[in-house]
């Protein structure tokens, strides 16, 4: 079986991994009982995690909380800043390509009377900023648009997001979890004011992740207890999985443009491949700035789902990772490509563990899936 989903989750690293089994089985003191030698041991655990995830993102260890992964970190932010600002600044705007770690919790807002606006993309899912330009106003108190798609990899242009909607007065909260360990980026310089990350999917462990949130921002906590994470999560930390997210951190930004490197040059054989064999493909987002290792495909005239004609290369239609729902992908269909279509496309998504090989089979299936679809 080849392995070709790594933006819907990736293999722990067996460093990371062995990192995580030592502090299961030795580094298990509570890191609240601070006058016990192997409560501090599990405090320094947490404190370097702190400091690596921080580094890795561009941040600083004090804007960094710890979560059970961006979904949290994604309804923490909303949850939380809408929570404080709705009375005053009752609008927020999310991108139509989001993912429902954020639209979910925005929808949500609404019950307590917020307005949720969608803002529309173009057909290469890229946000229209002229939209985001109208929706803007001294109402809006959030703006969610997410840097680098999980399902097509488009990248947005964040840093305009942000002058526009601080211009504005809004806030920005920025779904970066696709991004690290692809491309290099730092929080600090895109200027957001929040951003979300999890572990799984830069080889680290499942559970784990992060909000950053920027130094001197009040937000009010989504779970509320004995005030860990400086009374922004409450509960025991979950110290094996976030020393696993801080090395796994740590190493995906050491070896940024290594990792990078490799996914552009499969990518380019993989889609060079498939274009070759059947010219009517279309890649979604093919034409706009995009993230290594994500080619999402379209091909009209199958006359059943491509997914399943690839027995032996574990893929996915783009909304798996996103929703338990068989749904056409909600990004595609944003981006104007019909049901039907939106329901038979494929994404292959790379990781670092893909070899030339991996590519020239996984090509070889999708020709031969496809084919078959269209006899
Ligand atoms: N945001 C994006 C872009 C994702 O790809 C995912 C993963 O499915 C999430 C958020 C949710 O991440 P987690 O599984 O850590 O909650």
């Keep these: 079986?080849?392995?070709?989903?790594?933006?819907?989750?990736?293999?722990?690293?067996?460093?990371?991994?062995?990192?995580?089994?030592?502090?299961?089985?030795?580094?298990?003191?509570?890191?609240?009982?601070?006058?016990?030698?192997?409560?501090?041991?599990?405090?320094?655990?947490?404190?370097?995690?702190?400091?690596?995830?921080?580094?890795?993102?561009?941040?600083?260890?004090?804007?960094?909380?710890?979560?059970?992964?961006?979904?949290?970190?994604c309804n923490t932010a909303i949850l939380g800043v809408m929570e404080r600002l709705l009375p005053t600044r009752p609008r927020i705007l999310t991108s139509a390509v989001e993912h429902p770690a954020v639209c979910m919790p925005a929808e949500a807002c609404t019950h307590a009377g917020a307005d949720w606006i969608e803002l529309p993309v173009d057909s290469q899912g890229r946000l229209d900023l002229n939209a985001l330009k109208s929706s803007l106003n001294d109402k809006t108190a959030l703006v969610c648009v997410m840097a680098a798609n999980n399902e097509t990899g488009v990248l947005q242009d964040i840093r305009e997001v942000v002058r526009l909607s601080h211009a504005a007065g809004a806030l920005v909260?920025?779904?970066?979890?696709?991004?690290?360990?692809?491309?290099?980026?730092?929080?600090?310089?895109?200027?957001?004011?929040?951003?979300?990350?999890?572990?799984?999917?830069c080889y680290g462990p499942k559970g784990v992740g992060a909000l950053y949130k920027?130094?001197?921002?009040?937000?009010?906590?989504?779970?509320?207890?004995?005030?860990?994470?400086?009374?922004?999560?409450?509960?025991?930390?979950?110290?094996?999985?976030?020393?696993?997210?801080?090395?796994?951190?740590?190493?995906?930004?050491?070896?940024?443009?290594?990792?990078?490197?490799?996914?552009?040059?499969?990518?380019?054989?993989?889609?060079?491949?498939?274009?070759?064999?059947?010219?009517?493909v279309i890649i979604q987002s093919g034409a706009a700035d995009r993230l290594p290792g994500t080619s999402m495909f379209t091909l009209p005239g199958l006359n059943g789902k491509w997914l399943a004609q690839l027995s032996d290369v574990t893929a996915s239609s783009g909304s798996a990772c996103a929703s338990l729902q068989e749904k056409p992908s909600h990004v595609l269909r944003a981006m104007g490509v019909n049901e039907t279509l939106a329901a038979r496309s494929l994404r292959i998504s790379l990781g670092t563990p893909t070899t030339e090989a991996d590519i020239r089979h996984i090509a070889k299936r999708l020709i031969e899936g496809a084919q078959r679809l269209q006899s």
Excluded at 38 to 61: F, H, L, N, W, Y
Excluded at 177 to 198: N, Y
């Design 214 to 280: 920027r130094r001197g921002l009040a937000l009010s906590p989504l779970i509320r207890g004995g005030g860990q994470e400086n009374g922004l999560r409450s509960g025991t930390e979950n110290v094996p999985g976030i020393a696993g997210f801080g090395l796994a951190a740590d190493l995906a930004a050491r070896e940024v443009n290594a990792r990078r490197a490799h996914l552009q040059r499969l990518t380019r054989l993989l889609e060079s491949e498939v274009r070759r064999h059947l010219p009517n």
């Design 173 to 201: 909260f920025c779904d970066m979890t696709q991004m690290l360990g692809k491309i290099p980026f730092s929080v600090h310089s895109e200027g957001v004011d929040f951003a979300c990350f999890s572990a799984h999917k």
């Design 1 to 73: 079986m080849i392995y070709a989903d790594y933006n819907a989750t990736t293999p722990c690293l067996p460093e990371v991994a062995d990192l995580v089994r030592d502090c299961l089985c030795e580094t298990y003191g509570n890191p609240s009982n601070r006058a016990s030698l192997m409560g501090r041991k599990a405090r320094a655990a947490i404190d370097t995690a702190r400091e690596q995830v921080a580094r890795a993102v561009g941040a600083s260890p004090d804007e960094i909380i710890f979560t059970s992964g961006a979904t949290e970190a």
